[in-house]
């Protein structure tokens, strides 16, 4: 991880549905906690249901990762709920937080309740990019989705993240060509890549032609239907 990313204390995953941001951030916690000692996940992502990091919740705290979420999330009763005492978990300075948001306008509106807790924090903000989505496989798109999520929340993306997947069928060229895209993106908003998130078994042959820190995936939440 890079050095730059380990000195904030809250980390906010933002992006359009189906970016894959609840892994990325339950990916991201595991790294964190090897540098720190409390780590927190909450999962406010109300959009969603068959995606929550909830669903992690065993093999996380597990891990020493303490996962916060509604008392409704990963029952027979979703309700548009999100979890209690957020604003004491984040200004607690014992700890470092990470936000998992829904990926509508209506995710961005519930970060957007709670900004003024945001910007009195040193934060970083991830826009989790999957080129091979429909809604964010152009340039433009990437960016009208970054100018929404920023408009509705009042916070900025100070951070891009290169999740490009076709799940279990993704190649070397879905990763390289994401990067690409978001190389294009990232030059035009002067927004930085922070890493490209890659299965294990492609992690050399990606490294050979991006150079970039990456992020493994080491775990994966298992759909309702699989």
Same mark, same amino acid.
């Given at each position: 991880m890079k050095k730059e990313f380990n000195n904030n204390k809250l980390y906010i995953f933002v992006g359009h549905f189906g970016s894959g941001k609840t892994e990325v951030?339950? &990916?991201?916690?595991?790294?964190?906690?090897?540098?720190t000692e409390k780590?927190?996940?909450?999962?406010?992502d109300i959009v969603n249901p068959f995606f929550r990091a909830v669903d992690l919740k065993s093999y996380l705290n597990s891990q020493g990762i303490s996962v916060i979420a509604s008392q409704y999330a990963g029952t027979n009763l979703e309700m548009p709920s999100i979890p209690?005492?957020?604003p004491l978990i984040l200004?607690?300075? &014992?700890?470092?937080?990470?936000?998992?948001? @829904? @990926?509508?306008?209506? @995710?961005?509106r519930i970060l957007g309740s709670y900004?003024?807790?945001?910007?009195?924090q040193e934060y970083r903000m991830f826009g989790v990019v999957n080129v091979r989505r429909p809604r964010t496989d152009t340039v433009q798109k990437i960016k009208s989705m970054i100018e929404q999520i920023e408009k509705t929340s009042k916070i900025k993306i100070n951070a891009l993240i290169n999740?490009? &997947?076709?799940?279990?069928?993704?190649?070397?060229e879905d990763i390289v060509q994401g990067y690409?895209?978001?190389?294009?993106?990232?030059?035009?908003? &002067?927004i930085p890549i922070a890493f490209s998130c890659i299965n294990k078994e492609l992690l050399s042959e990606v490294k050979e032609v991006i150079g970039s820190e990456s992020l493994i995936h080491?775990?994966?939440i298992v759909l309702p239907w699989e």
């Amino acid at each position: 991880m890079k050095k730059e990313f380990n000195n904030n204390k809250l980390y906010i995953f933002v992006g359009h549905f189906g970016s894959g941001k609840t892994e990325v951030a339950a &990916n991201f916690a595991l790294e964190l906690k090897r540098y720190t000692e409390k780590v927190n996940i909450i999962d406010m992502d109300i959009v969603n249901p068959f995606f929550r990091a909830v669903d992690l919740k065993s093999y996380l705290n597990s891990q020493g990762i303490s996962v916060i979420a509604s008392q409704y999330a990963g029952t027979n009763l979703e309700m548009p709920s999100i979890p209690q005492n957020i604003p004491l978990i984040l200004n607690d300075p &014992n700890s470092k937080t990470i936000l998992d948001i @829904g @990926g509508d306008d209506l @995710g961005a509106r519930i970060l957007g309740s709670y900004r003024e807790y945001i910007l009195d924090q040193e934060y970083r903000m991830f826009g989790v990019v999957n080129v091979r989505r429909p809604r964010t496989d152009t340039v433009q798109k990437i960016k009208s989705m970054i100018e929404q999520i920023e408009k509705t929340s009042k916070i900025k993306i100070n951070a891009l993240i290169n999740n490009t &997947n076709l799940a279990n069928e993704t190649t070397v060229e879905d990763i390289v060509q994401g990067y690409k895209v978001l190389q294009k993106v990232s030059n035009e908003l &002067n927004i930085p890549i922070a890493f490209s998130c890659i299965n294990k078994e492609l992690l050399s042959e990606v490294k050979e032609v991006i150079g970039s820190e990456s992020l493994i995936h080491r775990i994966k939440i298992v759909l309702p239907w699989e």
